[in-house]
């Protein structure tokens, strides 16, 4: 496992896949800003929610991503357990199989934030 938590079955085309995705999302971005708010936009729109995580060893389902108040490259991810929903850095969930579309996005945001 990558340490932000995405297996790629051929680990040789991970970085090509993830270069690919975040040049997607950020094209016509002009600072870092400009970059989150593509990333973010990519994210909503081409993940297919709801998709099952793990926290901490428990199953949640992972029901939408948000704009956090406190990190300003980063992006939460809204979690539900028990009918309680919780915004959870997404470091912190582990995508179970099968990865849904639009995983590569997400992927790439981690990737990004991590070298920023």
Not at 27 to 38: F, I, P, R, T
Request: charged letters at 30%; aromatic letters at 10%; glycine letters at 6%.
């Amino acid at each position: 496992m990558s340490k932000n938590g995405f297996l790629f079955e051929r680990e040789s085309e991970a970085p090509t896949e993830l270069s690919q995705a975040f040049e997607d999302a950020t094209v016509d971005a002009y600072g870092e800003d400009e970059k989150l708010s593509g990333l973010f936009y990519f994210i909503a729109e081409s993940m297919a929610f709801p998709w099952s995580g793990c926290v901490l060893g428990e199953t949640v389902s992972v029901v939408g991503a948000e704009m956090p108040d406190s990190d300003r490259l980063g992006i939460d991810l809204v979690v539900e357990k028990n009918d309680k929903q919780s915004r959870i850095e997404p470091l912190s969930v582990e995508m179970l199989l099968p990865y849904r579309e639009g995983h590569l996005y997400l992927a790439a945001h981690l990737l990004w934030k991590e070298r920023a």
